[in-house]
């Protein structure tokens, strides 16, 4: 017992990830003191300053704990506990109070705050006292600290970097957040000027770089070793090596619409949970439009067009999908391994396969390798939709179960491209997406004692929100949901988490509340609902699909009726009658969300 400590007192301080029980205890019957702390367990959220928080550290991974400036461990302590040595430092050997409070956890942040409408002459500390640009508000950085960014594009500044003239260069272990990520944040290059350089210990973290055109390398981005970007969007770019990244390390972003003739989207990187669409090379003898001289684990490379090796070259690849590549030799893979890949529709024009001197091991391919030779397959993987970039696997799929752990991503925590568990039935698929096993989830308000994950009628939810929250669900999953519904009164709202910062999902604002009998149906973007009547019950089938890419919405039919991308069936028009809610005289109503703005419809019909 006692993962992070036992029979101490604690104050001021932040424990997360440690395995042995809760993460503070009391044992022997030792009642102990925790106060201004943030543990995920052990404490009692607003209790004597206490909270249950992500601590959001900079980047736990590579052991920098620094609070990022969104930390709601930043000014959370109590000065009363802390250091009271003449000069009080952390464990950097900065001051230890430099906010109104002591921080919890042991560096104590000190971070610069950027707004297209500040001032670059104000201290930049605050939201309030915002500089104006991004690259005066990194140069006042201390080392190892964070600059915010709010919404905006910032197209100003240039310092020199790896060759070349740089919009921004982040040095000393400085690292830049967007406030509300790449959507919302853009870094604009220029013809001549590089996106970012980022130096060793560096962190870019949710913008959008593009438009860069230079005749060095690393058009979007130039990372040293030990650098890194994440949750970026890095497009349209130009380089002589490298398009869109060079070098570092590149987690959850987007690689789009780049171009070099060596490595469009990526030279010499190793990238995690990527989406890495339509780079370019310039000439049919020109090599990889996708990446080069990379890693790659758990990636979807797709729609490259070039010369040698479309979507990778001399690259190792695990659990990736590759698809429609196109290139003169080795559309998929040239040169270097291919494990636990799904490569499929890639054409090569003068040599008629997708793998050129590769290595392929538990691989399915539709051309390029032999079926039952080193675990590879050539069935067809059964995508649930790949025509609208849907890259799940169907129930049934031959890649499901048939890729080898020991070729798998050793990244803690396991999981694919969707952000769901990597493993699920003891052996890793074949791909970027993991099939996710079904589950029922029950919900009723009467005769019941809640205990999640409420996968029973005697322990159902009483509510939607806790049903739905305890559901696991991601974008691209194919992960298909059942929830059992007794008919009763239901006031709550829920929304579904899909992403970082993506909510999706049926947010009932109905105001009198939502009366369901059975088979009522709740309408989430880009899922299909399957009603079933019953004699105390309904049950809602959801197939989840990319939430990007809506399939179209479908006519009104005797079994269905369709909204935003939606489809909802039931067995005949009379259960759709019977079921919907009254909405006044010869008419039924669907109470669904619009995702994009989360706002209520109310959708009727008349099949009355």
Known sequence: SGGGTANCDVYNSVFQNNTGGDEI???????????????????????????????????????????????????????????????????????????????????ESRHQYVSTNGNDSADGLTWASAKRNLQPAVDASWPGMCVAASNGVYATGATTNAGGPCRLSLTNGVSLFSANGASFTTLAATNGIRG???????????????????????????????????????????????????????????????????????????????RIIANRNERLGDRAPGVFRSTLNNCLLTDHQGGNGAASMASVLNNCTIYNNYAAYGAALFEGEANNCIAWSNRSTTYNGQFLNAVVRNTCADHGVVDGVNGNTTNAPLFLDASIGNFALEAGSPCIDAGNNSSAPTLVPSLDLAGNPRIVNRTVDMGAYEFQEANTYFIAQTGQTPQAPYTNWSTASSNFTDAVLSAPYAPQTGFRRTFAIEGAIYTDFFGIQVGPG????????????????????????????????????????????DMAMPRPPFANQTAGFGVDGCKVQFSSAAAFKTNAAPNGAGQRKLVVANCGKLQAKSITNQWD
Do not use: K
């Open 25 to 107: 205890v009391g044992i022997f019957g030792r009642v102990v003191t925790v106060r201004n702390t943030c543990s995920p367990n052990g404490v009692a959220h607003g209790v004597d300053g206490n909270i249950t928080n992500n601590p959001l550290f900079v980047d736990a991974s590579a052991e920098n704990f620094v609070l990022s400036p969104f930390s709601p461990c930043i000014d959370a302590g109590s000065n009363a506990h802390a250091p009271t040595n003449a000069t009080p430092v952390d464990l950097a050997g900065n001051p230890r109070i430099i906010g109104a409070a002591v921080d919890m956890g042991v560096r």
């Open 196 to 274: 970012a350089y980022l130096a060793a210990g560096s962190r870019l973290t949710g913008f959008t770089v593009r438009d860069a055109n230079i005749t060095f390398s690393g058009g979007g981005a130039y990372l040293e070793s030990g650098a890194s970007i994440s949750d970026c969007v890095v497009i349209q770019n130009r380089a002589a090596v490298g398009g869109g990244v060079y070098g570092g390390t590149i987690w959850n972003s987007t690689l789009r619409e780049n171009q070099s003739p060596d490595g469009g989207g990526a030279w010499r990187s190793t990238l995690h949970y990527c």
């Open 502 to 545: 993506d909510v999706m999902g049926s947010t009932l604002l109905h105001p009198s509340g939502l009366v369901l009998a059975p088979a009522t149906a709740i309408l989430a973007t880009n899922a299909t609902y399957v009603g079933v009547t019953g004699p105390s019950s309904a049950f809602l089938s959801m197939m989840m699909v």
